[in-house]
Antibody
């Protein structure tokens, strides 16, 4: 059974870079049927897709965040990571990682439980 | 960008009730519409993909329908474990976008 778990600092200072890692267990991150994505929930809003990566390193991002986002993958560790630069209080929220089907249906399942990141000095 | 609007934002219902949640897209998304359930402190769960396909392991009381811009999620007979927040997501184009959520509460 595929499982995902987010990890990383829960507190980041304004203007610094948020870094999170998602560890995949119960399956290979090199699966050709999967992309791997990051999603968050901005305060008072619905869920927001941040971006996704394929095991070969191909990435695509939400244009609203693209200038600040980098997603990378480490197949040897079965992990993928998110970096979000120049954070502000508006980036305080729960961040989720999820498997995304590589079919054109682009649904997300399963998800990690989420990790709360607070941006504060 | 495609904007997704859910209604209602919250809903009170009783065990055994039939409930329907609506999701509207700002432009046609064919049938590229997925539904998720989220409970506090738990991982969101895919319920339905491609408008009406039930994800493996999801009870058959959940059904989805629609096409184009208007979609619905129906729970035929609410069970205690169904009280949660539900989100729709369009997967037609980048950026993939979600509705703001519908919180289903016990009456």
């Amino acid at each position: 059974q595929l499982q995902l778990q987010e990890s990383g600092p829960g507190l980041v200072k304004p203007s610094e870079t948020l870094s999170l890692t998602c560890t995949v267990s119960g399956g290979s991150i090199s699966s050709t049927s999967s992309y791997w994505g990051w999603i968050r929930q901005p305060p008072g809003k619905g869920l927001e897709w941040i971006g996704s990566i394929y095991y070969g390193g191909n990435t695509y991002y939400n244009p609203s965040l693209k200038s600040r986002v980098t997603i990378s993958i480490d197949t040897s560790r079965n992990q993928f990571s998110l970096k979000l630069s120049s954070v502000t209080a508006a980036d305080t929220t729960i961040y989720y990682c999820a498997r995304q089907t590589s079919s054109n249906l682009n649904w997300f399942d399963p998800w990690g439980q989420g990790t709360l990141v607070t941006v504060s000095s | 960008d495609i904007h997704m609007t859910q209604s209602p934002s919250s809903l009170s219902a009783s065990v055994g009730d039939r409930v329907t949640i609506t999701c509207r897209a700002s432009q046609s998304i064919s049938t590229y519409l997925n539904w998720y359930q989220r409970k506090p402190g738990k991982a969101p769960k895919l319920l339905i993909y491609a408008t009406s396909s039930l994800q493996s392991g999801v009870p058959s009381r959940f059904t989805g329908s629609g096409s184009g811009t208007d979609f619905t999620l129906t729970i035929s007979s609410l069970q205690p474990e169904d009280f949660a927040t539900y989100y729709c997501q369009q997967s037609y184009s980048n950026p993939y976008s979600f509705g703001q959520g519908t919180k289903l509460e016990i009456k």
